[in-house]
């Protein structure tokens, strides 16, 4: 299945540079004047190599740190706080672990004043929906890190963000665990129809990951964009499908970027042959 | 909303604890290891008796039949004028007074500590003050509590309730600092106002190390109301240690400290019991772990 992005921009940067300031009082700059714009419904994977400002810009779009310069508009609006509308996958487990499974999924529209009835419905859904009926009344401490990973995701898909954020949410987990959630997330982007199909930004720094689930790849590298890659393979893509030869010229470019040695070289020797 | 659901794996959903079984596991249990313990300090106890006399060491049988004996009424203490002459009468009133400072110095002390965490002013001016409080020795300040609040009740109660209080600013600051911010950035973009921020993240999330803190100030704050009482009190079960030194009745005093640690012993683990089930979320509230 490849889905046809409706072209609307969901999401636009202007000029957006953050800058910190160190412990030792020197000024680095994590992200450099990033222009961008992402239509509503595409999934988008950001890759770049530790440290590259990744999170950093990730952060500044969900509204939890603002950028030093530039303009970070989402659905029309200006950026300036954190909004329910961007919703965000963490890296650390953010479940909280003082509420019941279901309490966590329906957190959000607890927030958003949703009555009782209707917001334990929506949350059963979600649960249902990322095979965690079983466990709604467990506490979190209960639960695998898999199994927390799919209470974030049923968390902010049931509070209806149109922005998900995800911010190497599958980092940690082991290869099943992170092909199973990987399923679960298109799924449930995959559920609304293409005008009211979530816009996701997802945050990795594993190639493969950024292969299997993007339709389009930029890469960060030292606060810049350097790239930007669109992806046509088909979906659902399996481990066979990063065989082709447009994903393997694309792995090479990716890695190229990644600092691997000699995967520039092969990537252009690919492009040639195909 | 209509969706397909996704399978789990067998294996998985076979290892979760949840439901009825997790009920089982209560936070509060007799160790056989702790009647082991209780059983070798009475025999050590026991053996001693042989070589000391009992006028400095009574035998255990002794202290527990003077236990009995005085427990509604003590002939000893009524000699001394007190108005409710029983270990009994002179151990509630201590209880009641290292409740009240427990209770009132936890409150200040936790939401003082909570406030300090977050706001960096109040923390500023409230630190040193604190912390300086904290270290007066209680041998020290006793004498200006007496002074400031009288030979009664007040003084005895202040005391404890300044030393809960200031333990209890310190495991509530440090708590709401060891809070990992990630709850509350989740929170905030779920749509929480600060409102919600304090009510539903930082509170129930320091809520297993404040209590913590309860229970290690509880502990304390038996030596310390005893101790009050023994400086300046005209009732209590320190008052009762005070009176039976004052004759050298070492059998008396041995009965009286008795009662005190068996009230502390119940008291705590009635406070384990309460406070596990109000954390039974927490890994690190429960005893052995999970």
Known sequence: ?274 | MKGESIELPASAAATIPIGRANRRTTPWRIDPFGILGIFLLVSVWQLLTIFVPSSLLPAPHAVTGRIAKDFFSAQELTYFGLPDASLLGSMLYTVENVVIAVIVGAMLGAVAGLVTARFRLARSIFDLVVLTAGTVPILVAAPFFLIWFGVGRASAVMLVLLYVAVTLYLFAQKAADNLDPVFEESARTLGATSRRIVWDMLIPGTVPQILGGVRIALAGAWGLEAIAELLGSQYGIGKAVELFAGVTDVEGIFAALLVLGVVAVVFDAITAFCFGKITAWSVVARPGGR
């Open chain 1, 1 to 274: 299945m490849l889905f046809e992005p409706v072209e609307k921009s969901m999401i636009v940067l202007n000029g957006v540079s953050r800058i910190f300031r160190r412990a030792d009082g020197q000024l680095v700059r994590a992200v450099a004047d990033i222009t961008l714009e992402i239509p509503q419904g595409q999934f988008v994977c950001l890759v770049g190599p530790s440290g590259c400002g990744k999170s950093t810009l990730l952060q500044m779009i969900a509204g939890l740190i603002l950028p030093s310069n530039g303009s970070i508009r989402v659905a029309d609006s200006l950026v300036t706080e954190p909004s329910p509308e961007r919703g965000v996958v963490f890296q650390k487990d953010s479940v909280f672990p003082w509420m019941r499974v279901i309490d966590n999924v329906e957190y959000g529209l607890k927030c958003r004043g949703i009555a009782k009835g209707e917001r334990r419905t929506i949350a059963r859904d979600y649960l249902r929906l990322v095979g965690l009926s079983h466990v709604e009344h467990a506490w979190p401490r209960e639960l695998s890190g898999g199994m927390l990973k799919r209470v974030a995701v049923a968390t902010v898909f049931a509070n209806g963000a149109s922005v998900l954020l995800l911010d190497e949410p599958f980092g940690a987990l082991d290869y099943v665990t992170k092909r199973q959630l990987h399923d679960v997330l298109l799924k449930l982007w995959a559920q609304s129809d293409s005008e009211n199909r979530r816009t996701v930004l997802f945050v990795t720094h594993d190639v493969d990951e950024a292969l299997t689930l993007a339709d389009r790849i930029l890469v960060l590298h030292s606060g810049q964009l350097v790239d930007d890659l669109d992806i046509s393979v088909p979906r659902p893509r399996t481990a066979d499908s990063l065989l082709l030869a447009e994903m393997m010229n694309r792995k090479h470019v990716l890695l190229a970027h990644l600092g691997l040695e000699g995967a520039t070289a092969l990537a252009a020797q690919m492009e040639v042959g195909s």
